[in-house]
């Protein structure tokens, strides 16, 4: 069964930090395209962050750039995102995602259609 799970999330104060992780299991993500997105309660979801199966291309959202950062480890099936400076604004349940092939940051960011694989989120709060 393919699944993704993520982890790591939880209450933090502004400008703390949290890694979140995402586990595959079922299936091997190094030809995938791995996207993180956020819906905020009362928002419409957002794309954060989308990183290639070589995981040398990254792209983000411009309300996290310099702030967030993706990584993958291929061999461990799992993708992470270091989330540093933190702000009430990034509170948010997170959802990772994966699909197929390799596709620009744009695309993966605007166009949540196109994956084909999701966790069941995880929630970041931060809050003082």
């Known amino acids: 069964q393919l699944q993704l799970v993520e982890s790591g999330g939880g209450l933090v104060q502004p400008g703390g930090s949290l890694r979140l992780s995402c586990a595959a299991s079922g299936f091997s993500i190094d030809y995938y395209t791995i996207g993180w997105f956020r819906q905020a309660p009362g928002k419409d979801p957002e794309g954060v962050s989308c990183?290639?199966?070589?995981?040398?291309?990254?792209d983000y959202a411009d309300s996290v750039k310099g702030r967030f950062t993706a990584s993958r480890d291929n061999a461990k099936k799992t993708v992470y995102l270091q989330m540093n400076g933190l702000k009430p604004a990034d509170t948010a349940v997170y959802y990772c995602?994966?699909?197929?092939?390799?596709?620009?940051?744009?695309?993966?960011?605007?166009?949540?259609?196109?994956?084909?694989?999701w966790g069941k989120g995880v929630l970041v709060t931060v809050s003082s």
């Open positions: 990183i290639l199966g070589d995981g040398e291309s990254t």
């Open positions: 995602a994966a699909v197929a092939g390799y596709y620009s940051g744009y695309d993966c960011l605007t166009d949540s259609s196109l994956m084909d694989y």
